[in-house]
């Protein structure tokens, strides 16, 4: 359904990008952040979907400035690989990727961002320093509790499960406390990572009551 792009950061460099559009008239923009693991076939299929459910969506290729096309699965040996790539995350240069990414869908309707692990966090960063943004939904982003005390720019809902052995709850609820206006879901028996149906940790249920609160929320907060 999709195809390869290229976009332009505000620094004047080129990154990769995943685009797909709907089949008929679009109901706005979303930007699709990725995992740890690049822009790779979940990422993709994600980014299609949100396409069928009617938005031009586009997953920019954040760690292009660090390896260029890099994806990968989700075996141990690849999840020690992809966590290299944030070890010392730059986090403007990735803001200036998806406001390169913003930029490019400003022209199809209200835009929104959602994004996963790296992405759930970017999501958040995006929804208090970017502009342009109508609304922001980020999963299980761990990072998520360190820029707290920011304020979004535009309404957030976020994901988490209860067995997320790498988020504690507690940072849950911090983010719960000083982030009131922020909409927070727990998912009893969801894990890290459990929208993507290619890792061991999915959950169904989890994953489309998710969904569900994702697409209802930007249906609310973008319409034109």
Known sequence: MGKNITLT???????????????GTPKG?????????GVNHHIRAVTDRLAEEGYVAIAPQIFDRISPNFESGYTPDEIA???????????????????????????????GITGFCL???MS??????????????????????????????CPVMLHFGETDHSIPLTDVETIRQKRPEV????YKDAGHG???????SFHKDSR???????MDFFAKHMKK
Not at 29 to 37: A, S, Y
Not at 88 to 108: C, G, H, Q, S, Y
Not at 135 to 144: R, T
């Open 81 to 111: 690989e992809a966590r290299k790539y944030i070890a010392n995350p730059d986090w403007e240069a990735m803001l200036r990727d998806i406001d390169a990414t913003i930029k490019e869908l400003k022209d199809v309707g209200p835009v």
């Open 29 to 37: 923009g979303l930007v699709v952040i990725q995992e740890i693991f």
């Open 194 to 200: 459990f929208h993507c149906d290619e890792r061991a």
């Open 183 to 186: 909409e927070i879901h727990v």
């Open 124 to 153: 958040f960063l995006a929804a208090c320093r970017s502009s342009g943004l109508s609304a922001a939904v980020g999963y299980y982003g761990g990072a998520a509790v360190t820029f707290a005390d920011e304020t979004p720019k």
């Open 119 to 121: 992405g759930g966090t």
């Open 208 to 214: 489309d009551i998710a969904w569900k609160r994702t």
């Open 9 to 23: 950061a505000s620094d004047n460099f080129t990154l990769g990008a995943y685009r797909a559009d709907p089949a």
